[in-house]
């Protein structure tokens, strides 16, 4: 009996639930109805923004006298602490240099022996050297004058990763740039000891670079931000670096156990230990084909 394909759609079309609304125009009204409920909000944001942004540009009296040095307000804030200091005996503040510079000599090189015995990333030595190399590129186009006050110099005891040099390399800050750094490698690896050790160091670190006047502020805050970004920017990306390590020394690998068939094959005497490892890399090699 000859079916007809009419009469098969026919039927199809009876049986569907005469509740449901196949039109793709409805879809697509819902979908306009859910964005234009938020058409109000968007609005009064823009608004505001654009409001906020004629406040300050017109109403608002921006300074406009010259200032004859650069004015920091955290170098205001600190004043108290700043000038006793530096009327005082040097070992005072020679002992707060000290042990800030100190920790960040330990978080660093703790980080770094655990990087070369555990680590399997490039994350976190690729972030440094983007960090330190932006930042001499920075220092290079731009410089700021020395404080009247500044007294952050040599302590009496050397340091791995700070120097004591008088040197104009204030913007951004590499002392609290690197603390930070540290925290998020910690993050990544899931030390909580070296995370709260670096948010400490870092907030101890910027204070005393602020009353010692060793960096303006907006060296502080620029080097925490600019450390943060750089190191979510190598995180992003660390995979094309790492992936083409891996293949690498599977490569390496490969190339062994083909030199240790080829040497079975002719009948040489092989190490028990290597040979033991050949073995464990070619049945591996099998089971993932």
Known sequence: MAIHK???????????????????????????NNENKYLPAKIIIVSTFIL???????????????VQCIFDLGFFITEWLSTPLFN?????????ILITSTGIDFMATYMLIIYVIWGKSWR???????????????????????NSLYMYDYPG???LFISYSKFNDFFYSGHCGLPVLCALEAVKTKNKFILVFA???MCSVGLVLIVTRGHYTIDIISGII???YLYKVTDKYIYLLDNNMILQIESAESREYEKY??????????????????KNFGNAKKNTK
């Open 52 to 66: 906020l942004f004629f406040i300050s540009k017109y109403l608002i009296v921006l300074p406009t006298y010259k």
């Open 226 to 228: 600019v450390a943060h």
């Open 199 to 201: 948010i400490l160091n």
């Open 6 to 32: 009419e009469n098969i759609d026919n039927q199809n079309q009876n049986t569907e639930d005469p509740d449901m609304d196949h039109n793709p125009d409805n879809n697509s009204n819902i979908n306009n």
């Open 157 to 159: 005891f050397p340091s």
């Open 124 to 146: 976190f030595p690729l972030s440094i050297l983007l960090f330190y190399g932006v930042r001499f590129m920075i220092q290079k186009m731009f410089k700021m004058p020395y």
């Open 88 to 96: 005082l005996d040097s070992s005072i503040r020679h002992f707060f």
């Open 261 to 278: 068939l080829k040497a079975k094959k002719e009948g040489y005497n092989i190490v028990k230990d290597d040979e033991e490892e050949l």
